[in-house]
């Protein structure tokens, strides 16, 4: 298993895991949508705005995550982790948690200082995230479900809060994923 910074010959590839991954847990429309979003991202955010971490087993991606910038008008700097996949015959394995350690790891020696995700809280809660409220770090969009705003500080013990709107990049800039 190795973990590393995505090749942009791989694009095809991991919009395919994406793709893949989401249709079997959430059906083919999700599917679609989610592998559409991880391209979109890919090729049309600018590359000091993003990271793209990848998972490989003997050369073949099983996993990949994408950080994206959010924009705050303090200029913290802070990055989205969305979208996350790991391929449907390696769940369970804990390889998603190492990826995301290795790209939160990564970021955070890259000068970002907050990370933020929207997802289940039981499996983010593995890698550090913690439940945090519009109160703390308004979300860009309204939450269609707020228990998944999640946050954590990759350089101190909290996060302080955060007055004004967070904004993200154009690809994740629709009300449909939040």
Not at 17 to 26: A, P, W
Request: proline share 4%; aromatic share 12%; hydrophobic share 40%.
């Amino acid at each position: 298993m190795k973990f590393s910074i995505y090749n942009p010959g791989n694009i095809e590839e991991i919009k395919a895991l994406f793709t893949k991954t989401f249709s079997d847990s959430e059906g083919k429309s999700e599917g679609l949508l989610i592998g559409n979003l991880a391209y979109d991202l890919m090729i049309n955010t600018d590359v000091q705005d993003i990271y793209v971490f990848i998972a490989t087993d003997n050369d073949q991606i099983i996993g990949s995550i994408i950080f994206s910038k959010l924009t705050i008008e303090s200029e913290i700097n802070a990055f989205l982790l969305a979208p996350v996949a790991i391929h449907t015959r390696y769940q369970g394995k804990g390889i998603g948690q190492k990826l995301i350690i290795f790209g939160l790891d990564t970021i955070k020696e890259n000068g970002v200082e907050l990370a933020f995700t929207y997802g289940d809280p039981n499996f983010y809660s593995k890698v550090g995230f913690r439940p945090i409220t519009e109160k703390l770090v308004k979300a860009p969009f309204q939450l269609t479900y707020p228990e998944g705003w999640l946050g954590q500080s990759l350089v101190s013990d909290k996060i302080e809060p955060i007055s004004g709107k967070l904004s993200c990049v154009k690809a994740l800039n629709k009300a449909e994923y939040w």
